[in-house]
């Protein structure tokens, strides 16, 4: 339902007008953008994600430290093929890391490394769940994803929609393993942010 949803308000441009009604079928005053070869709301602009976002990558471990106890640790198992979260996928990890390791209730998090052959996984997002009582950290192959001015529920929905997925995937590079280039997400062009 959030895909369509998604998919309806910033695809198609019918998100609700000043009167509840779909803006594009309604009327809305749509102008041509030259960079994006498509109509847009007017009064709406094309930023380069990486204006709005930062990037930080995971802890790098080894399997001494992520056998018996310590902090849950969200990691590429964490992601199912669909991009929605995993619980059973998380480890324990009893290395050393920082502050900016940690990860909390409606953190994002993308996958920067894929095995699936497929680029199923690689780029997609998931928001850390809020039935941890405890702080977790996050792998290597995990990327969070930190802005001040676009929401993570915004983010989630277009690093998983088809259209963002079929253009990152050819950010990845590897044979057997995929490593995701983040410079593709911060090359990102997005349309949907409206001047304020």
Same mark, same amino acid.
């Given at each position: 339902m959030a895909k369509t949803l998604y998919d309806y308000w910033f695809v198609q441009f019918d998100f609700p007008d000043k009167n509840g009604k779909p803006y594009k079928t309604s009327g809305g005053k749509m102008v041509w953008n030259e960079e994006l070869k498509r109509e847009i709301p007017e009064g709406w602009v094309v930023k380069l994600l990486r204006t709005e976002i930062e990037i930080q990558r995971g802890i790098s471990y080894t399997s001494k430290e992520i056998n018996g106890d310590g902090i849950p640790m969200i990691n590429l198992n *964490?992601? #199912? &093929? @669909?991009?929605? !979260? %995993? +619980?059973?996928?998380? %480890?324990? !990890? *009893?290395? %050393?890391? +920082?502050?900016k390791n940690i990860v909390k209730s409606g953190d994002l998090l993308i996958a920067a490394t894929d095995v699936t052959r497929n680029a199923d996984i690689i780029g997609r997002a998931i928001l850390?769940? @809020? !039935?941890y009582k405890e702080h977790l950290v996050f792998s290597m192959d995990i990327a969070k994803i930190l802005s001040e001015s676009i929401p993570y529920s915004f983010l989630m929905m &277009?690093? #998983?929609s088809a259209h963002y997925h079929n253009y990152i995937k050819w950010f990845a590079t590897g044979t057997i393993v995929l490593h995701l280039n983040l410079d593709g997400v911060n090359r990102t %062009? /997005? +349309?949907? &942010?409206? /001047?304020i």
């Amino acid at each position: 339902m959030a895909k369509t949803l998604y998919d309806y308000w910033f695809v198609q441009f019918d998100f609700p007008d000043k009167n509840g009604k779909p803006y594009k079928t309604s009327g809305g005053k749509m102008v041509w953008n030259e960079e994006l070869k498509r109509e847009i709301p007017e009064g709406w602009v094309v930023k380069l994600l990486r204006t709005e976002i930062e990037i930080q990558r995971g802890i790098s471990y080894t399997s001494k430290e992520i056998n018996g106890d310590g902090i849950p640790m969200i990691n590429l198992n *964490s992601f #199912n &093929l @669909d991009g929605t !979260y %995993k +619980s059973e996928g998380v %480890k324990t !990890y *009893s290395g %050393k890391f +920082s502050e900016k390791n940690i990860v909390k209730s409606g953190d994002l998090l993308i996958a920067a490394t894929d095995v699936t052959r497929n680029a199923d996984i690689i780029g997609r997002a998931i928001l850390v769940p @809020d !039935y941890y009582k405890e702080h977790l950290v996050f792998s290597m192959d995990i990327a969070k994803i930190l802005s001040e001015s676009i929401p993570y529920s915004f983010l989630m929905m &277009l690093f #998983n929609s088809a259209h963002y997925h079929n253009y990152i995937k050819w950010f990845a590079t590897g044979t057997i393993v995929l490593h995701l280039n983040l410079d593709g997400v911060n090359r990102t %062009k /997005q +349309s949907c &942010l409206q /001047q304020i």
